[in-house]
């Protein structure tokens, strides 16, 4: 019994468990949910191991300081923003403890058995889809047909799905059979949500990864192959209304929509460039705003559908450059060590890629489930195997 209950097991528990962020309650008066009690109980069962010995951290100094940054201008625009309930409350669901868990994940799992952190991650997302399946048998859909099952937009669900639909075409030679049944659930509910941002950013990462990874014919073909799957799933979907709007460009397209939204954020960052407005305050100023635009084609928009918009506006000037600075560190560790070829840092790098391609017009970062995705993530990709076999810091 107790080598099945131990902290390694225990966080793949909680990885898989991802989703019950929806489950909410107040503990003390202050509002949480179950994952991150879980992962708040990860954290401190690492902390009680660990005491007594060291946690080697020379090798994410580089780190330090642009998160730090990112920490700090989302803490001062929450101060200068007067959201203190709200933006605190992000601060700590949507970075400190993303944060603080993934880093304990990359710890305890070490060398081989950091990768299981992406099967645990599409475990979830597989368990998800199949309830979305669910929903999408009863006919339990949105006003204009589309699958959101138990997130509160169909979008949600798509962000959700898109690193899973990445691990599984990366692993699925490991096991043909197991890959086969489960990515085509996952990608069925992934069909359903009609999220073609979604597409876009598997299509640009497969592609990118292919490329990249070995300039053979084999990968050329592949990478072919991926382009055609994805373009079928959009063909299919030339019938939707949503499609259509997009493609006649109608005044209520989801991309209209989109282009006044980000008018806006872009408005309220020229008024408040350095500082920002604070974490969870956009929906409050995006209204405030109407008053200089045409009638708004959405009105209920708590987050700017661009990952960038959003970290400017909710972590003012500070945290953009910090995380942007974070970003660059990342892709030059990727790119030093692209020969290596390590399952963990392609598969890394490849969700970090597709959230930064999907976050051109989606937030692919401020939500629990993603952000822990994004650390854990971050935190592969930065691990690295020394000769022994032993996982070291570079």
């Known amino acids: 019994m107790k080598k099945l209950f131990n902290l390694e097991n225990f966080i793949y528990i909680s990885i898989v468990s991802i989703p019950l962020y929806l489950v909410k309650f107040s503990f003390l008066s202050l509002p949480t949910n179950v994952f991150e009690i879980m992962a708040i109980i990860g954290i401190i069962w690492f902390v009680i191991a660990r005491q007594g010995s060291e946690i080697e951290l020379s090798g994410y100094k580089k780190y330090f300081i642009p998160i730090v940054m990112l920490v700090a201008g989302l803490v001062a625009s929450a101060l200068a923003g007067e959201v203190y309930a709200i933006g605190f409350g ?7 403890i993303p944060l603080l868990f993934s880093f304990v994940g990359a710890e305890v799992l070490r060398t081989n058995k950091n990768k299981n952190i992406f099967t645990a991650i599409y475990a ?16 339990k859909l949105t006003y204009d047909g589309r699958l959101q099952a138990i997130y509160n937009s169909p979008n949600f669900l798509a962000m959700f799905l898109v690193p899973a639909a990445i691990i599984g075409v990366l692993k699925f030679a490991e096991n043909r059979r197991y890959y086969i049944f489960s990515l085509a659930i996952i990608l069925f509910s992934l069909y359903f949500t009609f999220s073609y941002a979604a597409w876009l950013s598997i299509l640009m990462t497969m592609m990118a990864v292919f490329f990249l990874r070995n300039k053979t014919r084999k990968n050329y073909n592949k990478s072919w192959l991926i382009a055609l799957i994805v373009l079928s799933f959009i063909f299919l979907q030339s019938g939707t209304s949503k499609m259509r709007d997009l493609v006649q460009m109608s005044e209520r397209s989801s991309l209209n929509s989109r282009m006044m939204i980000w008018k806006a954020a872009g408005k309220i960052i020229a008024d408040n460039p350095v500082l920002g407005i604070g974490a969870g305050n956009f929906q409050n100023k995006y209204l405030e705003y109407q008053k200089y635009f045409p009638p708004y084609l959405e009105w209920a928009v708590p987050e700017p559908h661009n990952l960038f918009l959003a970290l400017w506006l909710q972590a003012g000037l500070l945290g953009l450059i910090g995380f942007v600075w974070l970003l660059i560190l990342l892709g030059k560790e990727v790119w030093r060590r692209k020969k290596e070829g390590s399952v963990e840092m392609i598969i890394g790098s490849s969700i970090i890629f597709s959230m930064l391609v999907h976050g051109l017009f989606d937030t692919t970062y401020f939500k629990n489930d993603l952000a822990v995705i994004f650390w854990l993530s971050f935190f592969s990709v930065i691990k690295k195997r020394s000769k022994n076999g032993l996982e070291k810091r570079s």
């Open 90 to 96: 992000i601060i700590k669901s949507w970075f400190i």
């Open 124 to 139: 979830s997302a597989f368990l998800v889809s199949v309830i979305a399946g669910v929903y999408f048998f009863l006919e």
